[in-house]
C-alpha cells in the first residue's frame, strides 16, 4: 500500500474513532439525564395512574406516556446545561491545552450536542408531548377492536390532523410575512423552512415567557429565602415572644375545654379552633428559630440576601452595559456560528472568574424563571404535588420547561450575559437579527429587574420597621372576664401580641344569674 494511501486511511480511521467516542459520549450523558428525570418523575407522579388493578391496558398507556415526559424533562435539562458546560469546556482547553485525557473535550463534540438538543426539543415539543397527551386520552375508533394498537392509530391520526393544521397556519403566516420569491420559493421546504420557522416561533415565546417570569422570580425568590432560613429581627426577644405564645396557646387551650366561659360571653367555638391552631404554628416556628444557633440566625440569613442581591445587580448591570454596546457596535448583537473553535479565546474580559461567573447567572436566571413561572397566578395549577400530581399534568409541566430550558441559550446570549455564540441551528433564528426587538428586550429586563427588586426590597425593610417599632410599643394590658366569676379573670401583659387575644363574643341578655 502506498504512504499516500496509508496517510489517507490513517485520517479515516481517527475520524471513525472520534465519531464512535462523541456517540459514546453523548449517549452517556443522556443516558444520565434520563435516569435522573426518571427518579424526579417518579416522585412526583401519581402512583395509582400506573398500577394494573383497575384496567392493564391504561396503565400500559401510561407508562408508555411516562417514558415520553422522561425523555422530554431529560432534554429540557439538557438544554439547561448546554450553555454552561460550552463555556466550561472552552476554558477547560484554555487552561490545560495539551493535556492528552481532554482531548475528547472539542469543538465537534460541543457542536453535536447543541444539534442534538436542537433536534431533541423540535421533536419532543412538535410530535411526542402532544402524542402523549393524545394517547392517554384516546380510547380507539368507534367499532374497532380495544387494545392498545387501536389507541396508537387513532393518536396517529389526530396527530397528522393537528400537524397538517400547524403547518398551514405556519405557511399562510410565512406567505403574508414574506411576499418576494425567495420566501415564496422556501414554502415548499419542509426540513429547512418548515420546522426552523416553527421552533423560532415556540423559541420567541419561550424568550418572552422568560423575560416576564425572570423578573417576578427574583423578586419572589426573596421571600421564599425568609421562609426557608431563620432571619435576625430587630428588637426582638424570642424568650419574651415564646413565653406569651405558650400563654396565649393556653389560654385559649383553657377556654376551648372549658366550653362556655361565663354568662357574660357567648364564644365562637370555631373561630377558637381556627385561633388555636394559628397560635400553636406560630409557637411551633417561635420554637424553631429559638433552637437556632445565633450564627444560622444572624449570619445566615444576610448572607444569603447579600448573594441575592449581589447576582440580580450584576445580572441588571451587564444588561445595561449591554444595551450601551447594542447602541455602539453591531457586533454585540447575537449571532449564530456553524464551527466550534474552542480553546483559543475566553469569553469573558476577567477569564476564568468572569467564565464562572457567566455560569452561576444562568443557573440563577433560569432557577428565577421557574419560581417566577411557578408563583404567577396563571400557572400556579401546574405546581407539581409529591406523589399526587397525575398524568395530564406532568406533560404540561415537561412542556413547560422544555419551552423555557430550549429559549434559555437565546435568553442569555441576547442579553449578553455571555459571549458565547449560539452554535447550529439555534442561531437561525429570524427575530435575532431584530435591532430593535433585541434593544426593546433588553430594556424590559433590565427595568422589569429594577423594579421588582426596589419594590421588594423597599416593602420587605419597611414592613421589618413597622412590626420590630410597632411589637416594641404593644398595649399594656387590661381585665377581661365576667365580674361574676373571678376565677376566669384574664389579665392581659404588654407581651407583644397579647392585644389580639379578644376574640368575637355577643353579650348574653341576662346579667342577673351567675355562672
Known sequence: MAPVEQDALAVREQLFHERVRECLICALLFASLYILCHFIITHFKKHTDFTAVHDDEDAAVNRIALGLCTFTLAVALGAVLLLPFSIISNEVLLSFPQNYYIQWLNGSLIHGLWNLVFLFSNMSLVFLMPFAYFFTESEGFAGSKKGIMARVYETSVVLLLLTLLVLGMVWVASAIVGNDAASRQSLYDLWEYYLPYLYSCISLFGVLLLLLCTPFGLSTMFTVTGKLLVKPRLLEDLD????????????????????????????????????????????????????????????????????????????????????????????????????????????????????????????????????????????????????????????????????????????????????????????????????????????????????????????????????AFGEDMGTQGWLLGCPLCPSLALTLSPCPGLHKLPLPVTRCRSRSKPC
Open 240 to 467: 419574651e415572644q415564646l413565653s406569651c405564645t405558650r400563654f396565649e396557646e393556653a389560654a385559649v387551650s383553657h377556654r376551648i375545654r372549658s366550653g362556655k366561659a361565663s354568662c357574660w360571653l357567648n364564644l365562637d367555638m370555631q373561630m377558637l379552633r381556627e385561633q388555636f391552631f394559628a397560635i400553636r404554628s406560630k409557637r411551633r416556628k417561635l420554637e424553631l428559630r429559638h433552637r437556632a444557633s445565633p450564627w444560622q440566625r444572624n449570619l445566615g440569613y444576610p448572607l444569603a440576601m447579600l448573594g441575592l442581591l449581589a447576582l440580580t445587580g450584576i445580572s441588571v448591570l451587564i444588561v445595561c452595559f449591554h444595551v450601551l454596546e447594542l447602541l455602539l457596535d453591531d457586533a454585540a448583537m447575537p449571532r449564530g456560528i456553524q464551527d466550534a473553535s474552542l480553546g483559543q479565546v475566553s469569553f469573558s474580559i476577567f477569564g476564568s472568574f468572569g467564565a464562572a461567573l457567566q455560569v452561576v447567572l444562568i443557573f440563577y436566571l433560569m432557577l428565577s424563571s421557574v419560581v417566577g413561572f411557578y408563583s404567577s397566578p396563571l400557572f400556579t395549577r401546574l405546581l407539581p404535588e409529591r406523589q399526587d400530581t397525575p398524568l395530564t399534568k406532568i406533560i404540561g409541566n415537561c412542556v413547560s420547561l422544555l419551552v423555557l430550558s430550549s429559549a434559555l441559550p437565546v435568553f442569555s446570549r441576547t442579553l449578553g450575559i455571555t459571549r458565547f455564540d449560539l452554535l447550529g441551528d439555534f442561531g437561525r433564528f429570524n427575530w435575532l437579527g431584530n435591532f430593535y426587538i433585541v434593544f426593546l428586550y433588553n430594556m424590559g429586563f433590565a427595568g422589569l429587574t429594577t423594579l421588582c427588586l426596589v419594590k421588594r426590597v423597599s416593602w420587605a425593610v419597611q414592613a421589618e420597621l413597622i412590626r
